[in-house]
């Protein structure tokens, strides 16, 4: 079990960072944060995920 | 008359930026951005919604604008907070410009002067152009120039109160400490004279959201400030006459014809 954007996620062993933000449905372009750390797009294929884990996945959104 | 205005090296026409929050509607945010002339939109980042298509629709109306984006770091209270915002920003929006925020006070959303520093250090270290909004304080706009900062951004007056340039003392001691430095006011803008009185004053642009967003017409009021900014730096580039405290008539009265010489 992970964590995306505060919702519990339930993942398999070995999934990788992009593997589970396809299956929730994360839709680009967005950035991730793994572990409350920046996690670079070219990174997030690669990156395995660990029980307890925790990601945000974060998109544009109006500013001032 | 509007000389070009420089932004780490991207030369601008317009001195107005403008943000993208806070407008009735996608349609009215695209005519308010484009009445106002300004060719830099800021925005920002939150988690994503995929049931409410990832914010994908704003991304596409802001990006048909074909306009300089100018992300910020809104909501960060901490330098790693910061740090990762502006990493994820530049990421995303395909550029090292980050309009760096860091709140010290909920009361009035001033900056925290010393975690801006350190967020400043770390992220021209990792190749960042920073603008950062900070106070009119001249000691941390020092560091913050020594560090590196070729734009300033120091506020008017709090963040959404409109409340204008509520210390001109200080801001135009800012100017005038910092003449080889850009300086853009952040905040606190209402009225299209509060920007005028910015221009007036030598500072060099000025960013504003909610005094056209929540106009009664945004779309005239961001048309209202082109015209402001643009008199504002025009009487700056004039010069204006000496404040006097004696009246001095305008129309000559020598030889008159009611002049009576005593």
Known sequence: MIFINNQPFKIEDGMTVKQALDLFGAILPYAVLHNGDFLPQSKQAETLLSNKDVLEVISAIQGG | MNSSLNIYGTPLTSRLFIGSALYASPKIMLDSIQASGAEVVTLSLSRQNPEANGGQAFWDYIKSLGLHLLPNTAGCHSVKDAV????????????????????????????????????TETLIHQGFKVLPYCTDDLVIARHLVDLGCEVLMPWGAPIGTGKGILNPYALQAFRDRFPETTIVVDSGIGLPSHATQALEMGVDAVLLNTAVAKANNPVLMAQSFAKAIEAGRGAYLAGPMAERNTASPSTPTIDSPFWHQS
Do not use: C, H
């Open chain 2, 84 to 119: 990762n915002m502006a990493l994820m920003s530049r990421e995303l929006f395909e550029t090292d410009w980050i309009k760096l925020e860091l709140v010290g006070d909920d009361y009035n959303l001033q900056p925290d002067p010393i975690a801006l520093v350190k967020a």
